[in-house]
Structures are given as structure tokens and as C-alpha cells.
């Protein structure tokens, strides 16, 4: 297997020494009218578009800027803030592992691994939280605790001074106490489980895979996954708290916070659970460029491979990326998100043609990615959609993120479907 790591050239480069011409023009186009017309709608400033099949890279192109003020444009190589595509490249990829060293069963309830959580959420298995079929709470404003109805702080919470204590900046005049989880884990444990086992979207179990990980392996969440995973596909802006290794003019803003950080949210996590947990969660916290974030993609659909390693068991893939209730009206597998068993095209983040075998994930900022191991199509879509404001929802009215992934289904058809010469190796 070719190694993952490629060179960022414009995809105009591509175009003109590999490319079959008026076929891939015509690709190019449209992708630039839905683009350009979206941005034009507001959809979001900017954005970054990678799709390659198999060891083929045939789109990877930036549009737009960082923000309106069109001061900064957007390059194929900058880092975005990829809010719940964590759930799949940052917590399920480490569920997995634990899952392959045999640190867990599926059908265990959470509690028999995690302490002072409660009877109600201890009971949901980890097959049912992975899957979001255990009942649980949808979402929960954690930052919240950190005021008294008064708007003072409550005690250790936050303050607007550093010290020992309080050494993790949210932002340069608020700070967190070190033992904010504390508060995480008692809001999740107080919080409502149905009694119907159905399915319904919940971020909770993720805030909980961090101590998950340390407390089945002796080790932080994020050194074991730097370790598994990272590191051996050399995708070095996948990371937690970018601004500890990235300059900040590399970093795309993501919203200007109007009721809690009053300030613009750039190179911190926009996630107001994960900023609470320092930045690192299961649930969101990870920054990405396209070729990175792609990285991990093309390990999946290659059954767990990277150039001699094995980084995951192939079966083990399958397991996690195969629904897992569909007679529940559920179409998730274990932590990735699935194609709508039924497809809708109002509903549908992902393009008609993906096929049942494909998954992947969204995030809240405007971000996505998908696999398909039938085509070995992988489509990212990076964008700061929440800019200014997450009142911003023209990226959903549009349908533009199933309409640019329909147009690569449709250019696969004709173009290699005999498995013509690539257009860019992947490195």
C-alpha cells in the first residue's frame, strides 16, 4: 500500500496533467457554482473539498475565506475545527481499539467501567450508547453550571484569574478549574434516560470515553490515540488544542460567542462541552486539515491497514460500521453515522448513491466525512458554517454537502469505473 502522506497541490495541477479533460471540467464547474453560489448565500465564508478513490486523490480544493471579511483565503492545508466527525476519528477509533484488546464487551453496561454515574445511565450498554440506542439525554449546556442565577461563578467552576487551580484558559480572561469533570459526570448522571429503548442522537456517552481509556489503559486519551493511530498515519493536524502545535493564522475562526465565551471562538474548541473537559472529549475537541482527516479514512476502507501496519482488524471495522438496530428505525453503527435506510433528500447529509456499506460523520461547525467501500470513495467537506453565528443554516437549506458528494458518485461512473489512471497518487 502506497504510504498516506501526499503532496498538496492544487487540484488545477491535477487537472491539467492527469485529468480526462472536459469530463473533470465539468466536475470542476459545477463544484464551483454550488460553492460559489453558497458562499454568496452565506453558507459559510469558506470551505475545503478532498475526494479521492482508492489510492487516488482527485479533488482537493479550497474556496472562499477564513471569514467574511475575505482578509485570509483559505488553503487546501488549513486546519478546522471538526466538531462531532470526533465521534468517529477521536472516541469510536479509540472504542475500537479497546474493543480489539479485548478491555470491554459491547453488551456491558457503561457502569461496570465508569464510577459515580449513576444507575440510570450505568445500565446502558456500550453497543447501546455507541449506537445512540440507550435513551439518553440528547445534550447538555455544561457550561452553565459555572453560574449562579446572579451571574457570579459558582465555586470551582471558573474564575477570571489564573492561578494553581485554575490553569486551563477558555479564554484570556476566563479560566477552569481543574476539576471541572467532576461537575460533567454528576449533570450527566442526573440526567433523564427514556425508558424506551428508541432511537435518539446523544453526545453524553462520548464526554465519558477520556477516563473510558485511562482507566482501562493507564494511559490519557489523547497519548493513546496519538499512539494507535496519529502517529503511525503521520496525520499530524489531527489533534486536540491545535494552538500547542499551529500558529493561529493556519487555524480557521469558527463563531463569534455571543452568550458564553463573549469573544470570537479561533484555535479552541467551539464545543462548549469539550472546551469545558480542556479541550479534549470524545464527543468533539479534534482540528484537522482535509489530507489528514482523510487519512484515517483510507485506513478504515483498507481494512485497517498502513503501509506494513495493522492498525485495526479488518472484521473489527465491519463490526463498528454496520447498523446495528435497523428494525429499531436506526441506522447507526457503532459511533458512525450511516446512510438514512430509507433516503430523503431533504433529510440525506450524503449523496443518493452512497452506498448502505458507507459511513462516517457530520460536525456542527460544517464539517463531514464519509467512506464508501464499494466505490473507495472518500468525500471531506471542511467548513466554518457557524460564522458569525450558528443561526447560519444555509449550508442545510442548500443540500450542498449530498449535492457535491453526488457529483464525485457521478464522475466515478464515467471516469473509473475501468479503473483508469489515477489523478494524484495518495503519498
Given at each position: 500500500?502506497?504510504?498516506?502522506?501526499h503532496?498538496?497541490?492544487?487540484?488545477?495541477?491535477?487537472?491539467?496533467v492527469?485529468?480526462?479533460?472536459?469530463?473533470?471540467?465539468?466536475?470542476?464547474n459545477?463544484?464551483?457554482?454550488?460553492?460559489?453560489?453558497?458562499?454568496?448565500?452565506?453558507a459559510?465564508?469558506?470551505?475545503?473539498?478532498?475526494?479521492?478513490?482508492?489510492d487516488?486523490?482527485?479533488?482537493?480544493?479550497?474556496?472562499g475565506?477564513?471569514?467574511?471579511?475575505?482578509?485570509?483565503?483559505?488553503?487546501?492545508?488549513?486546519?478546522?475545527?471538526?466538531?462531532?466527525?470526533?465521534?468517529?476519528v477521536?472516541?469510536?477509533?479509540?472504542?475500537?481499539?479497546?474493543?480489539?484488546?479485548?478491555?470491554?464487551?459491547l453488551d456491558?453496561?457503561?457502569g461496570?467501567?465508569?464510577?459515580?454515574?449513576?444507575?440510570?445511565?450505568?445500565?446502558?450498554?456500550?453497543?447501546?450508547?455507541?449506537?445512540?440506542?440507550?435513551?439518553?439525554?440528547?445534550?447538555?449546556p455544561?457550561?452553565?453550571?459555572?453560574?449562579?442565577?446572579?451571574?457570579?461563578?459558582?465555586?470551582?467552576?471558573?474564575?477570571?484569574?489564573?492561578?494553581?487551580?485554575?490553569?486551563?484558559?477558555?479564554?484570556?480572561?476566563?479560566?477552569?478549574?481543574?476539576?471541572?469533570y467532576?461537575?460533567?459526570?454528576?449533570?450527566?448522571?442526573?440526567s433523564?434516560?427514556?425508558e424506551?429503548?428508541?432511537?435518539?442522537?446523544?453526545?453524553?456517552?462520548?464526554?465519558?470515553?477520556?477516563?473510558?481509556?485511562?482507566?482501562?489503559?493507564?494511559?490519557?486519551?489523547?497519548?493513546?490515540?496519538n499512539?494507535?493511530?496519529?502517529?503511525?498515519?503521520?496525520?499530524e493536524?489531527?489533534?486536540?488544542?491545535?494552538?500547542?502545535?499551529?500558529s493561529?493564522?493556519?487555524?480557521v475562526?469558527?463563531?463569534?460567542?455571543?452568550?458564553?465565551?463573549?469573544?470570537?471562538?479561533?484555535?479552541?474548541?467551539?464545543?462548549?462541552?469539550?472546551?469545558?473537559?480542556k479541550?479534549?472529549?470524545?464527543?468533539?475537541g479534534?482540528f484537522?486539515?482535509?489530507?489528514?482527516?482523510?487519512?484515517?479514512?483510507?485506513?478504515l476502507?483498507?481494512?485497517?491497514?498502513?503501509?506494513?501496519?495493522?492498525l485495526?482488524?479488518?472484521?473489527?471495522?465491519?463490526l463498528?460500521?454496520?447498523?446495528?438496530?435497523?428494525?429499531?428505525?436506526?441506522?447507526?453503527?457503532?459511533?458512525?453515522?450511516?446512510?438514512?435506510?430509507?433516503?430523503?433528500?431533504?433529510?440525506?447529509?450524503v449523496?443518493?448513491?452512497?452506498?448502505?456499506?458507507?459511513?462516517?460523520?457530520?460536525?456542527?461547525?460544517?464539517?463531514?466525512?464519509?467512506?464508501?467501500?464499494?466505490?473507495?470513495?472518500?468525500?471531506?467537506?471542511?467548513?466554518?458554517?457557524?460564522?458569525?453565528?450558528?443561526?447560519?443554516?444555509?449550508?442545510?437549506?442548500?443540500?450542498?454537502?449530498p449535492?457535491?458528494?453526488?457529483?464525485?458518485?457521478?464522475?466515478?461512473?464515467?471516469?473509473?469505473t475501468?479503473?483508469?489512471?489515477?489523478?494524484?497518487?495518495?503519498k
Open positions: 500500500m502506497h504510504k498516506l502522506r503532496t498538496l497541490f492544487p487540484v488545477f495541477f491535477f487537472a491539467i492527469f485529468a480526462d479533460g472536459q469530463s473533470f471540467d465539468s466536475l470542476s459545477a463544484i464551483d457554482s454550488i460553492v460559489f453560489d453558497a458562499i454568496g448565500a452565506e459559510f465564508p469558506g470551505c475545503v473539498i478532498y475526494a479521492s478513490q482508492g487516488s486523490v482527485f479533488f482537493l480544493k479550497s474556496y475565506y477564513h471569514t467574511y471579511d475575505s482578509l485570509r483565503r483559505v488553503a487546501v492545508n488549513d486546519i478546522y475545527d471538526l466538531a462531532s466527525v470526533t465521534k468517529v477521536g472516541g469510536t477509533l479509540a472504542m475500537m481499539k479497546l474493543y480489539e484488546e479485548s478491555k470491554f464487551n456491558d453496561p457503561i461496570d467501567y465508569i464510577d459515580k454515574i449513576g444507575r440510570k445511565v450505568g445500565r446502558v450498554t456500550f453497543r447501546e450508547a455507541l449506537a445512540h440506542q440507550g435513551g439518553l439525554y440528547p445534550w447538555i455544561y457550561h452553565q453550571e459555572s453560574r449562579r442565577k446572579n451571574g457570579k461563578f459558582r465555586k470551582k467552576t471558573v474564575t477570571n484569574e489564573v492561578d494553581e487551580d485554575y490553569s486551563f484558559a477558555l479564554t484570556d480572561s476566563l479560566y477552569l478549574h481543574s476539576d471541572f467532576s461537575r460533567i459526570k454528576k449533570m450527566i448522571r442526573k433523564k434516560v427514556s424506551e429503548k428508541e432511537y435518539r442522537y446523544s453526545g453524553l456517552f462520548f464526554y465519558l470515553i477520556p477516563e473510558l481509556v485511562e482507566n482501562l489503559t493507564d494511559t490519557s486519551y489523547q497519548d493513546y490515540l499512539a494507535h493511530f496519529y502517529d503511525p498515519l503521520e496525520a493536524t489531527l489533534s486536540f488544542n491545535p494552538l500547542d502545535k499551529f493561529l493564522s493556519q487555524i475562526p469558527t463563531e463569534i460567542d455571543t452568550f458564553f465565551r463573549m469573544e470570537p471562538i479561533h484555535g479552541k474548541v467551539h464545543d462548549e462541552g469539550a472546551i469545558m473537559m479541550g479534549i472529549s470524545g464527543n468533539a479534534l484537522s486539515n482535509a489530507s489528514d482527516l482523510a487519512r484515517v479514512f483510507h485506513m476502507i483498507n481494512e485497517g491497514k498502513m503501509d506494513t501496519l495493522q485495526l482488524k479488518p472484521q473489527t471495522i465491519q463498528f460500521t454496520t447498523t446495528q438496530y435497523p428494525n429499531n428505525d436506526n441506522r447507526r453503527g457503532l459511533g458512525f453515522d450511516k446512510p438514512l435506510l430509507a433516503y430523503d433528500s431533504i433529510r440525506s447529509s449523496a443518493k448513491d452512497a452506498s448502505y456499506k458507507s459511513y462516517g460523520h457530520t460536525g456542527y461547525t460544517g464539517t463531514l466525512s464519509w467512506a464508501d467501500p464499494e466505490s473507495e470513495l472518500i468525500f471531506i467537506f471542511l467548513s466554518n458554517r457557524v460564522y458569525p453565528s450558528r443561526t447560519y443554516r444555509s449550508l442545510y437549506q442548500l443540500n450542498v454537502r449535492t457535491i458528494h453526488q457529483l464525485f458518485y457521478d464522475y466515478l461512473k464515467t471516469n473509473f475501468e479503473k483508469s489512471d489515477p489523478v494524484g497518487k495518495v
